[in-house]
Structures are given as structure tokens and as C-alpha cells.
């Protein structure tokens, strides 16, 4: 691999001090990553036209330095852990303003940067009780390979621009179809948006309903990028309790003195507490909205998933008055790389919502389009559902029972009838730092809820994931906790 090096010989700097400088301004710049392989000496002083003793004394530099390292046989390489002087904590806004200069980014680069919104990474465990991950084993591979091929032997329109602002309008019709009997969401195809999953959904609404300073009414504890969607808007955020019954919609009179434009609630299946929002508290949610001229958000991020009781109705399919925005996504009922969801827009809504959609990213890929279109056509969608609800069902159970055999009263389980992740609350003197260090410690992934509250701090409180888990993997993960908590 050769290096682009800019040196310059009419200078008074020595070309071996330039060509340090260029190298460890690389390495700093995420230009030349960690233990990434770098030329011999021979080699770029022959690329750079340079001498190979110019080459060796800046090497000597950077290995002094500890930049680089050399492994016998090998080759040299850049160090993966930097010199000390490098790992001093630097806020990230200097940095910024050191790389862009002083006003260089816009206000909404600058939230991203102070609501701390990074790209999170998670550690991998033998026993991951994470959540929104499906049983990707249990997906029936071979169908869906069928149907991909089905499309690329037939006419190619898919390699094509779309035409639909909205989204390919089979897949439209046939969501349409699928929310009216499953959910009994009110819609025609034409209110249908097909979106980037449910992150780019919210955006959308964010970005066309919310101005700075405009008040937002979320649930608390609720679901964290939502509520980091909202604070990069600039909104104001106003927490609302949940308690069994879900959204406490009295305590939004709380807020009297603000003027409430969006509220956000998760009804079919609270994230994380699990509760499901009754039907009276839907009626009332909706009479306070249309009384206040708010709307709601409705993400049903995971309805599919009930076990034993019959479903309440959609939100949206209550609503007289416009005033819902319904929401859902694919990523949990198939796979997450699958990134289409949909938005059910207000049918004044959908001319503004299909520009801004057109101007972000032009159409998802037509091919995953029509694969999932025939998908849900040919019935296989809600043969696939019923299979994986019998499945996550035993699985929850599973879950409930080792929680309940293993801890008795020091646990208190929160919404075992839905969804694919269960609330507990550990009765313990350990912090949650300590039983997510010493779950770790054996080789078990642990996610505590306490990032999901807007005000107080709770602890106590995890979120349990088991839609990835075997039973086996249940069973012995809760095994191993309770070794960390009697330890």
C-alpha cells in the first residue's frame, strides 16, 4: 500500500521532520487506523522518491514516540493503543472546532454533539439478553432466496429510479391490506410512506412538525432515540408517567402552560416498561389531542408479538379527528437489515411528508420492495408471525419462570405478555455498574433501563431481551446472574 505524502524540498523544515509530521497527522486523523500496515522503508522511500535513511529516521521517530511498532517478519504497523499524551480527554466540541474552525458547524451538528448522540456499539457476550433482535435462525431463508430470484429473472424495473415518492405501490397496498385486519388501522395505500426503518420515520415527523423550543410529550421512561431524534430538533421535552395501564394521560394537564404539539407513546407495547395503554386511556389520549390540536405519534414497533389476550385496536384506527401519525417497521418481524417501515400519514399530511421523503433519499431499493411485497401477498408474512409468536411465548416464559425460581421476591417482572423483552427490577444492593461488570465478568450481556428515564435516577431496572436466546441460553444466563448477585 502506498502513502499520498505531500512533501516539499524548498523548505527549511527536513524532509524526514515533514514526512513525521504527515505520517502522525494521519495516524491522529483516523487516516491510518490502528494496527493498519504501513510501508517497509524501502518501499516508500522508492513510492516518494526520497531516500531510504530519510524514511528510517522518521520511523525511528514514531516508534520512539510509540506511533508505530514493528513485528519481526511482519512488518511495521500503527500502535493500537496511542502515546499518553494523546489519550488526555479532549471535549469533543474542541475538537470539532479545532478540525472545522470556530462557527463551522449548524446548530444541528452542534446538538449531536452536546445531547452526546454517538453511534453505539455493543459488547458481545456469549448470553446477550439485548433487545429488538429476531430468532434470525428461524427465518425461512430459502423462501425468501426463492422470491429474490423469482424477481431478478424476470424484467429488471427494480434496477430503475423509482417513480412514487411514497414507495412502490404494491408494498403500499399491501400493508395497507395487512394493518386493516391485523391492527385495524383506517388507511388507503396513498397515506402509506415507505421509510428507512422507524428512525427515518421519526425524523421525518421531527423535521416537519417541530420547531426549536416547540413542546414534545413523551413517555418516561421511554424509548432513548426517539427522544434524541426529538432533542437534536431543539423540542422541548415533557415527561409523562406510565404506570400498568401505560401513559398517564391526566398528568399531561401537568403542562398547562405549554402548548403541546406532538406527543409519543408506544401503546401497543410500552418501551421498556412493557405495559399495554388501555382502551379508555386510548379515548382519552385522543380527546386531549384533538381538544389541544396536538398530535400523536404512534410507533408499534412490535405488536405482532401478544401472547394470550386478544389485541387492542391501533390508536390510529380510533382516531376521528387526523390527528395520529402511525408508525411500524419490518426490521423485528424479519430481519433488522431489512430497513423498511412505514408511516401512516393524515391524508392533508402526505403531499409535504412525500417531497421531504423525495428530497432525503429518492426510494429504498425496489428489489427488497417487491420480495416483501409478494411476501405479505402470498400469506407467508402471517404464517411466519404465528411460528415466531409460539416461539418467543416459550421463550418469554422461560424467562419467567428461571426470573421467579432463582430470585422469588428480590425480582418484580414488568410486561410478560408482549413484545420481545421483558422489565425487571432486581431488588439489590449492588449498583447497576456492578451487576453489569460482574454479568459480564461471566459471560452475560446486561442492559439497564436507567438511560431510558428523563428524570430521576432509578436504578434496579434492566431490560431483558429473549428473543435471540434458546431456552437453554435463558435458562443458564439467569443462572449466572444469580451468581453475581449472591457473590
Known amino acids: 500500500m502506498d502513502l499520498a505524502i505531500a512533501l516539499d524540498s524548498h523548505i527549511d523544515v527536513p524532509l524526514h521532520q515533514q514526512l513525521y509530521e504527515e505520517i502522525r497527522k494521519a495516524i491522529l486523523?483516523?487516516?491510518?487506523?490502528?494496527?493498519?500496515?504501513?510501508?517497509?522503508?524501502?518501499?516508500?522511500?522508492?513510492?516518494?522518491?526520497?531516500s531510504r535513511t530519510t524514511v528510517t529516521t522518521c520511523y525511528e521517530q514514531l516508534l520512539s514516540e510509540g506511533y508505530i511498532k514493528t513485528i519481526v517478519g511482519s512488518g511495521t504497523y500503527i500502535c493500537d493503543q496511542l502515546p499518553d499524551d494523546l489519550l488526555n480527554s479532549t471535549p469533543i466540541e474542541s475538537c470539532y472546532k479545532q478540525t472545522f474552525g470556530q462557527g463551522s458547524l449548524s446548530?444541528?451538528?452542534v446538538s449531536l454533539i452536546e445531547n452526546d448522540v454517538s453511534i453505539t456499539t455493543e459488547t458481545d457476550a456469549p448470553i446477550n439478553f439485548r433487545y429488538g433482535r429476531p430468532a434470525l435462525e428461524l427465518f425461512p431463508m430459502q423462501l425468501w432466496r426463492k422470491l429474490l430470484s423469482r424477481h431478478c429473472r424476470s424484467h429488471c424495473h427494480w434496477l430503475d429510479y423509482a417513480t412514487d415518492a411514497l414507495g412502490y405501490q404494491p408494498l403500499r397496498q399491501a400493508i395497507a391490506r395487512y394493518l386493516s385486519h391485523s391492527r385495524a388501522v383506517q388507511c388507503e395505500p396513498e397515506q402509506?410512506?415507505?421509510?428507512?426503518?422507524?428512525?427515518?420515520?421519526?425524523y421525518l415527523v421531527m423535521r416537519l412538525l417541530i420547531d426549536p423550543g416547540d413542546a414534545v410529550a413523551l413517555e418516561d421512561p421511554g424509548y432513548l432515540s426517539a427522544r434524541r431524534i426529538f432533542l437534536t430538533q431543539g423540542a422541548k421535552l415533557l415527561p409523562v408517567a406510565v404506570d400498568e395501564s401505560g401513559l398517564i394521560v391526566r398528568e399531561l394537564d401537568n403542562y398547562r402552560d405549554e402548548h403541546i404539539k406532538l406527543v409519543y407513546v408506544t401503546p401497543s407495547h410500552q418501551f421498556p416498561t412493557g405495559a399495554i395503554l388501555s382502551l379508555s386511556r386510548r379515548l382519552e389520549l385522543l380527546a386531549w389531542a384533538h381538544s389541544h390540536g396536538a398530535m400523536i405519534i404512534e410507533d408499534?414497533?412490535?405488536?405482532?408479538y401478544r401472547y394470550g389476550d386478544r389485541p387492542i385496536p391501533a390508536l390510529q384506527?380510533?382516531?376521528?379527528s387526523d390527528c395520529v401519525l402511525y408508525m411500524g417497521t419490518f426490521s423485528k418481524v424479519l430481519f433488522p437489515s431489512l430497513r423498511i417501515g412505514y408511516l401512516v400519514l393524515p391524508k392533508s399530511f402526505v403531499p409535504i411528508f412525500a417531497r421531504a421523503k423525495w428530497l432525503s433519499d429518492r426510494h429504498l431499493p425496489l428489489l427488497e420492495q417487491c420480495v416483501l411485497t409478494n411476501f405479505i401477498e402470498e400469506g407467508h408474512l402471517e404464517r411466519h408471525i404465528r411460528k415466531m409468536r409460539k416461539h418467543y411465548?416459550?421463550?418469554?416464559?422461560?424467562l419467567v419462570e428461571a426470573l421467579s425460581d432463582r430470585f422469588g421476591e428480590r425480582v418484580t417482572?414488568?410486561?410478560e405478555k408482549a413484545g420481545l423483552h421483558l422489565m425487571v427490577k432486581l431488588h439489590t444492593q449492588l449498583t447497576d455498574e456492578e451487576i453489569i461488570e460482574g454479568a459480564a465478568s461471566l459471560g452475560v450481556g446486561m442492559i439497564s433501563a436507567q438511560p431510558q428515564y428523563l428524570r430521576g435516577?432509578?436504578?434496579g431496572e434492566f431490560i431483558f431481551g429473549y428473543s435471540e436466546l434458546t431456552q437453554q441460553q435463558i435458562r443458564e444466563g439467569i443462572c449466572r446472574l444469580a451468581k453475581v448477585l449472591v457473590a
Open 393 to 398: 411465548d416459550q421463550c418469554r416464559q422461560v
Open 413 to 415: 417482572i414488568l410486561g
Open 107 to 109: 446548530k444541528y451538528a
Open 457 to 459: 435516577n432509578v436504578t
Open 192 to 202: 402509506v410512506l415507505i421509510t428507512n426503518g422507524t428512525q427515518q420515520a421519526l
Open 317 to 320: 384506527g380510533l382516531d376521528k
Open 300 to 304: 408499534d414497533y412490535d405488536s405482532e
Open 29 to 50: 486523523n483516523g487516516r491510518l487506523l490502528p494496527n493498519q500496515r504501513i510501508p517497509s522503508t524501502r518501499k516508500l522511500s522508492k513510492s516518494l522518491g526520497i
